[in-house]
């Protein structure tokens, strides 16, 4: 009997051990020490093959410059960063932040924003003379109510069409479609020849999709006065954007399961268009296993999105200054390196990109990145729905909703009526 | 003292186990019902209590009925495929084929299986594409001069979650089939014989001797894959992403709280995932009891 009375102790006082001891673990691993040998926690979604090299390289430039301090690359994998900004709720939440995370720049950032979360770095722009080399209308687009909250390191282009040159010279079409009704007439030429006119991923590249009709069909103007307190989403020049959407989506053939098959199927000369971003560039262009390696001008091309010509649509990963950051000197030094004409082009040339600077070394970019480049410095700006620019998280998913519903049932006033209200609820 | 000792050991012994059950399960419960009653739409604000608002206003959205919808077709076919298939298989082996315990091992194997890894396969074999774009089964049926049988699979907007429903069948009906294996060995064989020596068909006494002993099992197996059915997340998050064509509660949930931010709301689709599990599970739970109760 005795026995049995101290094994049964023994055996709950070793699983309130376990308990305890389990709780005191996970903490300890998850914060890298302060002190010591001082560490820089950069937060951030790069993993993949490109955006990874460039990282690193960033990574070199600032350990030469900050002999005392150590990058630690706190980087969770999956792209458009999901589960890294699942993974960085709760780090918050706790607050436990990191001492810099990467966010899309925009309107992305606002929930961070309001809870607190984010040390404006105006005086890091003030210091840096930051306004001087970043376009005047992207410092208008980051800021909110004259703070600045993230330091852009890289520009990607959203408004770009691809296109297969021989599928649209089998089909008759000369001239690249630059309006929404010339776009219309070579889909249909293309739909005659039995092509996938334009070709169609998951339900996120639909809201990509739509940007770009929205940026061309209302214009620049139009569109940037969306995201404004004079917004009209009831006009009926939203109607008639709209009704283009569906039109132009009527075009469209089966959803492919992501951006990649659909951008592969104008590669394979099996569609003819596909609007996409620019890091579609990178999986045309790179050699095999990372690409399709297929030849720019001939294999495939491309131009902006019918109707925005002369506009372009970013957006933009940026490096923030956390509040209560366990190393904020550490922090501002990252992005100082993030911010530095040295690190920009450190990292965009592997990435794929282009830096926000307009100072950057024009002959590290060629081919496609040359035309971004050179369209960056000259061109109107606006900023993208779908990857976070104009609209924050909660917004976004209520656009994202619409037009999944669309999808399903394309009834145009149902959608402007979704989209009148998220933009309503989103206090517009 | 001695009425102590007989019962405190044990009770010391479960102890640890009742504390985290306690916390972790029923104490988060609470929490996230307390949170579904208060108005926390977003993560800064500290929410006051609004009631039941919350559970109504959900079927106000469209989507929230487009995913319920998906559950139910979902559950339907998934529950009522895995009963049948794995039926099926145990009437088959219980006929005493020859390497049963291999067959039986190839059939269960899929359950060893993440619905992840099933459903990135899934993926692949359910493509929709066809004709000369076709890939996976589309392909096979292409191959085969079976064209006819190519469709959009989950991308079907009105049969799309019947497809979604045919990995989960082919994972779980071999658990299914373990089951009413069981459950056949476990009529007793006299019973039958005296059933044969009554003049019965072999139909006759499966129909009123074997099934009827069945009825348990079946029960068991309902609910097991009834709660799977109506909380599955992993699946279609593999299949197809977050996408509103193959939308469910728990995807719902999902985007509610980690890309609209929106706390309150998903803490509404948890508890109504709950209410929908608890109606499967409280009965047979009473029904057990009760059982267990008789001498």
């Not at chain 1, 999709?209 to 139009?222: K, M, N």
């Not at chain 2, 495929?81 to 039926?87: D, E, R, T």
């Amino acid at each position: 009997m005795r026995r049995r009375w101290m094994a049964a102790v023994a055996v709950t006082v070793a699983g309130l051990l376990t308990l305890t001891a389990c709780g005191d673990g996970g903490g300890a691993a998850q914060t890298p020490q302060a002190g010591g040998e001082k560490k820089v926690e950069v937060f951030s979604w790069w993993t993949g093959p490109g955006e990874a090299d460039g990282l690193k390289a960033m990574k070199e430039i600032f350990e030469k410059q900050n002999p005392g301090l150590t990058f630690f690359d706190a980087a969770v994998a999956g792209g458009s960063g999901d589960k890294a900004r699942a993974l960085l709720a709760t780090k918050l939440q706790a607050d436990t932040p990191p001492d810099t995370f990467q966010g899309h720049a925009g309107a992305e950032l606002q929930g961070y924003i309001k809870a607190g979360d984010l040390e404006p770095v105006n005086s890091l722009y003030d210091e840096l003379k930051l306004k001087e080399v970043f376009p005047e209308q992207l410092v208008d687009q980051i800021s909110v109510q004259g703070q600045i909250y993230s330091v852009p390191v890289n520009i990607h282009r959203s408004n770009v069409m691809w296109f297969n040159p021989a599928v649209l010279k089998e089909a008759g079409v000369t001239e690249v479609p630059k309006t929404i009704e010339e776009f219309v007439a070579a889909l249909e030429k293309v739909k005659k020849t039995g092509k996938i006119p334009l070709s169609i991923g998951s339900e996120w590249t639909m809201v990509h999709l739509l940007e770009s009709v929205l940026l061309g069909s209302l214009g620049t103007e139009a569109y940037n006065q969306l995201w404004t307190a004079g917004s009209d989403w009831s006009g009926p020049a939203m109607t008639k954007a709209l009704n283009d959407f569906k039109t132009v989506l009527s075009y469209a053939g089966d959803p492919a399961d992501d951006w990649q098959p659909a951008a592969k199927q104008v590669a394979d000369g099996e569609a003819a268009f596909t609007i996409m971003g620019d890091w579609a560039y990178g999986y045309f262009h790179n050699p095999p296993d990372g690409g399709l390696g297929k030849k720019s001008k001939t294999d495939f091309d491309w131009a902006p999105s019918p109707g925005t010509g002369g506009t372009f649509m970013w957006l933009s990963d940026s490096f923030t200054l956390p509040k209560g950051a366990p190393n904020r000197a550490g922090a501002l030094a990252w992005l100082k390196v993030a911010a530095s004409k040295e690190g920009q082009d450190a990292f965009n040339p592997k990435k794929g990109s282009i830096p926000a600077r307009k100072d950057a070394d024009t002959s590290l970019y060629t081919d496609y990145l040359a035309d971004a480049l050179k369209d960056w410095g000259s061109d109107k700006l606006a900023g993208s729905i779908q990857h976070g620019v104009t609209v924050n998280d909660a917004w976004r998913v209520s656009i994202n909703e619409a037009v999944g519903l669309f999808h399903a049932d394309k009834d145009v006033a149902a959608l402007q009526a979704a989209l009148a209200e998220a933009a309503k609820n989103s206090g517009q | 003292m001695t009425r102590v000792r007989r019962w405190l050991p044990g009770l010391l012994l479960v102890m640890p186990s009742i504390i985290a059950i306690a916390v972790f399960v029923y104490g988060m419960l609470g929490w996230n019902f307390r949170l579904a009653m208060t108005d926390r739409h977003d993560e800064i604000s500290e929410g006051s209590f609004v009631g039941l608002e919350n559970f109504v206003t959900l079927w106000d959205q469209k989507r929230w009925g487009i995913s319920v919808d998906h559950a139910i077709v979902f559950t339907v076919v998934f529950v009522g495929g895995a009963l049948a298939l794995g039926w099926l298989l145990a009437f088959l082996m219980e006929k005493g084929i020859r390497g049963e315990g291999t067959f039986r091992a190839v059939y269960l194997f899929p359950m060893a299986i993440s619905f992840v890894a099933t459903g990135v396969v899934w993926r692949w074999l359910m493509n929709s594409g066809q004709d000369e774009r076709a890939v996976g089964l589309n392909r096979l049926f292409d191959s085969l001069g079976l064209d006819f049988l190519q469709w959009e699979w989950f991308r079907n907007p009105d049969w799309g979650m019947a497809a979604m429903a045919i990995p989960a069948i082919w994972q779980m009906s071999g658990y299914v089939m373990a089951l009413f294996l069981a459950g056949f060995r476990g009529v007793p064989e006299d019973l039958r014989e005296a059933a044969r020596v009554d003049g019965c068909t072999e139909w006759q006494v499966y129909r009123h001797i074997v099934l009827p002993l069945l009825r348990p099992v079946t029960l068991s197996a309902l609910i097991i894959l009834g709660h799977i059915s109506l909380k599955v997340f992993d699946l279609i998050v593999a299949v197809s992403g977050k996408q509103i064509i193959t939308d469910v509660p728990a995807v719902f949930m999902w985007v509610a709280v980690f890309d609209s931010h929106d706390p309150a709301k998903g803490a509404t689709i948890a508890s109504y995932i709950v209410l929908a599990v608890s109606v499967f599970v409280i009965p047979y739970l009473v029904w057990t009891l009760r059982k267990e109760r008789r001498p």
